[in-house]
């Protein structure tokens, strides 16, 4: 465990904030869990009151931000897959979760997610599921630093039995981590074919009243959108705006069946989108258009999703599959570069997440949030340009080192909150019980 404060050496930091994009031989000054400076390392050693931590062939960057995940749902991973979303859902997931989900079930799955998502980088992860009170505590407890969005559904569940059952219990979470410095609390209405416009709009009274983050998956397959219009004869984004339920606070989850009229209406209201690249090309939900909501001033976020559809939680692998689709999707290589795949999985993710004043880049004053990542490995040799490694080169396992609030959480390999030998028994137990 390191002291409270702390300098730590390596080759090189992107800082995803000022003037360069990369800045060589720097080091990053930790006092009290915050960011006191990034020297050059000649000055950085001179300082004798802290303890020095050499990284040599690393890189430091922000510690990546996971805007959209289901971290219990790692015990369903590789349960169901090569199925559309509508079948995947109705005739695998939500079978198998009404029989099982339980504080057990989210509190073990939830580990696992954790230990995953650290190791690859991860600091920052954003939860949607049923209990999410196990959820805050076990990702608080690994080391993480989490929004929690409650789910809000019609669909009684073991969680909650009613619609004002969720909301009440969500409030009631939201009571019970104010003021936390590692865990918000905000809204999580599934979609809007599983929740009705009188809860959606309730939903929508609520969080603004108590200037709340809303996430929501929306848009996510051209057959979600279709069977609206139909029964309706609105779009789900329109339902959003008409209602309240659209504004700098909305995450807009997926996003991938959307016309420019869409994308004018989220950019109108200031609304995030949150692209989970993975998930939607397993799925074959589609490709949610980057570039075009970027060109029309939209902040877009990144998420893995949950780990039946991704499969991985990983953050590097996650940032590469964003890199590679925007390019393939519009048909332009310079559709986003390594430098902004980078920004996306980190400022622009904590921005999303109304967290950009505390994380998401290097800064002076924010929270020592960050990662080390290894450029040593032959698979990032040569080495002649950092960004384009971490992005373009990376196999997901190269994160060694990373911190979250000045706390040390995964050391030279090893996660220092998590028993990854432990782990693997509980999946065990959990794989003999869900295939039993
Ligand atoms: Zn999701």
Same mark, same amino acid.
């Not at 969080?207 to 029964?231: C, G, R, S, Y």
């Given at each position: 465990?390191?002291?409270?404060?702390?300098?730590?050496?390596?080759?090189?930091?992107?800082?995803?904030?000022?003037?360069?994009?990369?800045?060589?031989?720097?080091?990053?000054?930790?006092?009290?869990?915050?960011?006191?400076?990034?020297?050059?390392?000649?000055?950085?050693?001179?300082?004798?009151?802290?303890?020095?931590?050499?990284?040599?062939?690393?890189?430091?960057?922000?510690?990546?931000?996971?805007?959209?995940?289901?971290?219990?749902?790692?015990?369903?991973?590789?349960?169901?897959?090569?199925?559309?979303?509508?079948?995947?859902?109705?005739?695998?997931?939500?079978?198998?979760?009404?029989?099982?989900?339980?504080?057990?079930?989210?509190?073990?799955?939830?580990?696992?997610?954790?230990?995953?998502?650290?190791?690859?980088?991860?600091?920052?992860?954003?939860?949607?599921?049923?209990?999410?009170?196990?959820?805050?505590?076990?990702?608080?407890?690994?080391?993480?630093?989490?929004?929690?969005?409650?789910?809000?559904?019609?669909?009684?569940?073991?969680?909650?039995?009613?619609?004002?059952?969720?909301?009440?219990?969500?409030?009631?979470?939201?009571?019970?981590?104010?003021?936390?410095?590692?865990?918000?609390?905000?809204?999580?209405?599934?979609?809007?074919?599983?929740?009705?416009?009188?809860?959606?709009?309730?939903?929508?009274?609520?969080?603004?009243?108590?200037?709340?983050?809303?996430?929501?998956?929306?848009?996510?397959?051209?057959?979600?959108?279709?069977?609206?219009?139909?029964?309706?004869?609105?779009?789900?984004?329109?339902?959003?705006?008409?209602?309240?339920?659209?504004?700098?606070?909305?995450?807009?989850?997926?996003?991938?069946?959307?016309?420019?009229?869409?994308?004018?209406?989220?950019?109108?209201?200031?609304?995030?989108?949150?692209?989970?690249?993975? &998930? =939607?090309?397993?799925? +074959? @939900?589609?490709?949610?258009? #980057?570039?075009?909501?970027?060109?029309? !001033?939209? *902040? $877009?976020?990144?998420?893995?999703?949950?780990?039946?559809?991704?499969?991985?939680?990983?953050?590097?692998?996650?940032?590469?599959?964003?890199?590679?689709?925007?390019?393939?999707?519009?048909?332009?290589?310079?559709?986003?570069?390594?430098?902004?795949?980078?920004?996306?999985?980190?400022?622009?993710?904590?921005?999303?997440?109304?967290?950009?004043?505390?994380?998401?880049?290097?800064?002076?004053?924010?929270?020592?949030?960050?990662?080390?990542?290894?450029?040593?490995?032959?698979?990032?040799?040569?080495?002649?340009?950092?960004? &384009? =490694?971490?992005?373009? +080169? @990376?196999?997901?396992?190269? #994160?060694?080192?990373?911190?979250?609030? !000045?706390? *040390? $959480?995964?050391?030279?390999?090893?996660?220092?909150?998590?028993?990854?030998?432990?782990?693997?028994?509980?999946?065990?137990?959990?794989?003999?019980?869900?295939?039993?």
């Amino acid at each position: 465990m390191t002291s409270a404060n702390f300098v730590v050496h390596a080759d090189a930091i992107i800082p995803v904030s000022g003037t360069e994009n990369v800045l060589k031989k720097h080091s990053i000054v930790v006092r009290d869990g915050v960011i006191a400076a990034l020297l050059p390392s000649s000055d950085a050693r001179e300082l004798r009151d802290v303890d020095h931590i050499d990284l040599p062939g690393h890189a430091l960057m922000p510690g990546l931000v996971n805007a959209h995940g289901h971290a219990a749902m790692t015990l369903l991973r590789g349960y169901a897959d090569d199925m559309s979303l509508a079948a995947w859902l109705n005739d695998a997931i939500w079978p198998l979760e009404s029989r099982w989900v339980s504080p057990e079930f989210v509190r073990d799955g939830t580990d696992i997610a954790a230990a995953e998502m650290l190791l690859s980088g991860i600091t920052t992860s954003s939860d949607m599921y049923f209990f999410p009170n196990i959820a805050a505590q076990r990702l608080r407890a690994a080391g993480l630093r989490a929004q929690i969005v409650f789910p809000v559904m019609n669909i009684p569940t073991a969680w909650a039995d009613s619609s004002q059952a969720y909301l009440d219990k969500g409030l009631a979470l939201r009571d019970h981590f104010k003021g936390d410095d590692l865990i918000d609390i905000g809204f999580g209405p599934h979609s809007t074919y599983t929740v009705d416009e009188a809860v959606l709009s309730r939903t929508a009274m609520l969080a603004n009243e108590l200037d709340a983050a809303v996430q929501i998956h929306l848009h996510e397959t051209a057959a979600e959108v279709h069977a609206q219009v139909e029964a309706t004869g609105e779009r789900p984004i329109d339902l959003l705006a008409r209602i309240g339920l659209l504004g700098p606070r909305t995450q807009c989850v997926h996003m991938t069946a959307v016309g420019n009229q869409d994308i004018a209406t989220v950019a109108e209201y200031g609304a995030h989108v949150i692209h989970c690249p993975r &998930s =939607n090309m397993k799925l +074959a @939900s589609g490709a949610c258009p #980057v570039k075009k909501f970027k060109d029309a !001033g939209v *902040n $877009v976020a990144l998420g893995t999703d949950g780990a039946a559809s991704n499969n991985r939680l990983n953050g590097l692998a996650e940032m590469q599959a964003a890199a590679l689709l925007a390019k393939l999707d519009s048909g332009d290589p310079t559709a986003l570069s390594a430098s902004e795949s980078i920004r996306m999985a980190t400022l622009d993710s904590a921005r999303a997440l109304g967290l950009d004043h505390v994380t998401g880049s290097l800064e002076p004053g924010k929270s020592a949030d960050f990662i080390a990542v290894d450029l040593s490995e032959i698979n990032m040799a040569p080495n002649h340009q950092v960004e &384009s =490694n971490v992005v373009y +080169a @990376s196999s997901g396992t190269e #994160v060694t080192w990373s911190w979250v609030s !000045g706390n *040390n $959480v995964v050391k030279n390999r090893q996660l220092q909150h998590l028993d990854i030998a432990a782990l693997r028994d509980t999946a065990a137990l959990w794989r003999a019980k869900l295939s039993g």
